[in-house]
Nanobody
Framework: VQLQASGGGLVQAGGSLRLSCTAS???????IGWFRQAPGKEREFVAT????????YGTDSMKGRFTISRHNSKNTVYLQMSSLKPEDTAVYYC??????????????????WGPGTLVTVSS
């Protein structure tokens, strides 16, 4: 499967963005995770969602602000981000997993990393 993240852009602090991750193949075959990498920092886990969408996992720092969802019939997974902060500035990536431990957020369990989308939050 090939994945493509989109929807990034420039937004003011406190604003919102919705990122989309679109698959070339059948996205319902995969758990999908969102990760991000800020300048000069390592890639970090943001959120992940099970194949059916019944289970979602995210980091404590992003709970209440970021929501992951999916629409399998549209072959798309979304990341709704609100109350954005300058420290959310990063390139955001989506990736696929078939590993039962996908919810750990370890990026080594994910594959099919597509080009990311840049989110810039101005103060």
């Amino acid at each position: 499967v090939q994945l493509q993240a989109s929807g990034g852009g420039l937004v003011q602090a406190g604003g919102s963005l919705r990122l989309s991750c679109t698959a070339s193949g059948r996205i319902s075959n995969y758990h999908i995770g969102w990760f991000r990498q800020a300048p000069g920092k390592e890639r970090e886990f943001v959120a992940t969602i099970s194949r059916s969408g019944a289970s979602t996992y995210g980091t404590d720092s992003m709970k209440g602000r970021f929501t992951i969802s999916r629409h399998n019939s549209k072959n798309t997974v979304y990341l709704q981000m609100s109350s954005l902060k300058p420290e959310d500035t990063a390139v955001y990536y989506c990736a696929a997993s078939v590993n039962v431990q996908y919810h750990s957020g370890s990026d080594s369990l994910y594959h099919s990393w597509g080009p990311g989308t840049l989110v810039t939050v101005s103060s």
